[in-house]
């Protein structure tokens, strides 16, 4: 079975401060795709991530940075310095790539930064 | 990334009456797309894929006959709520897989049954 925990459903954060969305993956698939989502007040999905499981580099993308541990089965967000536009459901994903492969969402974590 | 859009964005029906919500690939053709429903505070959870030429696949426990899905071309996929009710509110999104898999979505239809 394929399933995505996000046990963080919502943060308060105040702007500025450095935060953290925790997401935790399972499946028995040797290759998968892990995606991170953020959906703003408007309710459209931005794309912000793609991993594929062979890769674990951490990678750094602005104030955005996502780090990748396999041993752990998990794909946690870190947003520096955050700022009230970054306000949204964040939701972590999963696609397998055998039998069930299809784009299976963790339940998000609401994030809210405060001025 | 490539971009999918949907129409319409807002809709508002009496219950009983049907309604179909379009997705479109406007830069890209796609063979697969995907048909999601969200409810507040809820995630995303997956109703049925739809492929361009053949029958959707539908998730267990989403009746067919209810959410009609017709993906008659490479860049447009409908879904038509049948018989809607109020329980059928919902934001309703649309998604299309690249070959590379990575996976845009719309922008989401937000159905309201009176």
């Known amino acids: 079975a394929q399933k995505v925990t996000q046990a963080q459903t919502e943060i308060s954060v105040v702007e500025k401060e450095d935060v953290t969305l925790d997401c935790v993956y399972e499946?028995?698939?040797?290759?998968?795709?892990l995606f991170w989502y953020k959906q703003p007040p408007s309710g459209e999905l931005v794309f912000l991530i793609r991993?594929?499981?062979?890769?674990?580099q951490n990678e750094i993308s602005g104030r955005y940075s996502w780090n990748f541990q396999k041993s752990t089965s998990s794909f946690n967000f870190t947003i520096t310095a955050s700022q009230v536009v970054d306000s949204a459901v964040y939701f972590c994903?999963?696609?397998?790539?055998?039998?069930?492969?299809?784009?299976?969402f963790g339940a998000g974590t609401r994030l809210a930064v405060h001025p | 990334g490539a971009v999918v859009s949907q129409h319409p964005s807002r809709v508002i029906c009496k219950s009983g009456t049907s309604v179909k919500i379009e997705c479109r690939s406007l830069?890209?053709?796609?063979?697969?797309m995907f048909w999601y429903r969200q409810f507040p505070k809820q995630s995303l959870m997956l109703m049925a894929t739809?492929?361009?030429?053949?029958?959707?696949?539908?998730e267990q426990g989403v009746e067919k006959d209810k959410f009609l899905i017709n993906h008659a071309s490479l860049t447009l996929s409908t879904l038509t709520v049948t018989s809607a009710h109020p329980e059928d509110s919902s934001f309703y999104i649309c998604?299309?897989?690249?070959?590379?898999?990575?996976?845009?979505f719309g922008p989401g239809t937000r159905l309201t049954v009176l």
């Open positions: 739809s492929n361009e030429g053949s029958k959707a696949t539908y």
């Open positions: 830069d890209f053709q796609a063979t697969t």
């Open positions: 998604s299309a897989r690249l070959a590379n898999n990575e996976q845009f």
């Open positions: 991993r594929n499981s062979f890769d674990e």
């Open positions: 499946t028995r698939d040797t290759t998968y795709y």
């Open positions: 994903a999963l696609l397998g790539t055998r039998g069930y492969n299809k784009l299976i």
